[in-house]
Every structure is written in structure tokens, then in C-alpha cells.
């Protein structure tokens, strides 16, 4: 079963911190690009950052660029998303998602990947 698993999210203030985790069950995520999104009510889902295989290249939306930092720990095939100086338009579901491929695409859209997270709720409110 090629499932991956969210964990992370929670209830922050505006300016709070998460760190959002990506672990596979039944594989390995160290062969798979890999891609954060989030989708808010009534809207599109959202790419937000996404690490190639290697780990030596990442991409981020404008809506989080200098806020957010995607990073992979091999040791513990896993990846993060820190989240910082958050905002209340950040409220949104998180997912994960694999690809099988070496290198992010510009796009970064929904159907660039082949698996998917269930999920973790972010929401950051006073």
C-alpha cells in the first residue's frame, strides 16, 4: 500500500510556527520528488513547495516564498515543511504528495503527482 502520511498541522496565532511531517508507509520517499499542497473551503487545491529527490533543488508559491522552507531528512525518509510568520489566509488543509520523477516542475500542479496524503489541518487564528 503506497500511502503517505501528514502530521504536523494544529491551531496557531498569526506569526506562530508549525512544521508539517511527510512519512510513506510501504515505501520509500528517498526515490520520489515530493510536493506540499493546501486547499482551503471553496477553493482550488494549491501548490505550495515541492524538493526534488536529491533534496538539492525547491520550489515555493509567491504566497509563501521567504516564510516557508521544505526540507528532507534521508536518515529518517521523511519530509518537512516549516511553516513560519504564519497568516490567517494559510488556514487550509495540507497535503503531501509523491512523484515519480527526479526534478519539480515549474507548475507544480495537482497532477504532476501520483500519490497523496490524507492530510492535516492548519489553522492559524487569534
Known amino acids: 500500500q503506497l500511502q503517505l502520511v501528514e502530521s504536523g498541522g494544529g491551531l496557531v496565532q498569526p506569526g506562530g510556527s508549525l512544521r508539517l511531517s511527510c512519512a510513506a508507509s510501504?515505501?520509500?520517499?528517498?526515490?520520489?520528488?515530493i510536493g506540499w499542497f493546501r486547499q482551503a473551503p471553496g477553493k482550488e487545491r494549491e501548490g505550495v513547495s515541492c524538493i526534488n529527490r536529491i533534496g538539492s533543488t525547491t520550489t515555493y508559491a509567491d504566497s509563501v516564498k521567504g516564510r516557508f522552507t521544505i526540507s528532507r531528512d534521508v536518515t529518517k525518509s521523511t519530509v518537512y515543511l516549516q511553516m513560519n510568520s504564519l497568516k490567517p489566509e494559510d488556514t487550509a488543509v495540507y497535503y503531501c504528495a509523491a512523484a515519480a520523477s527526479r526534478w519539480c516542475r515549474s507548475s507544480n500542479s495537482v497532477s504532476d503527482y501520483n500519490y497523496w496524503g490524507q492530510g492535516t489541518q492548519v489553522t492559524v487564528s487569534s
Open positions: 510501504g515505501f520509500t520517499l528517498d526515490y520520489y520528488t
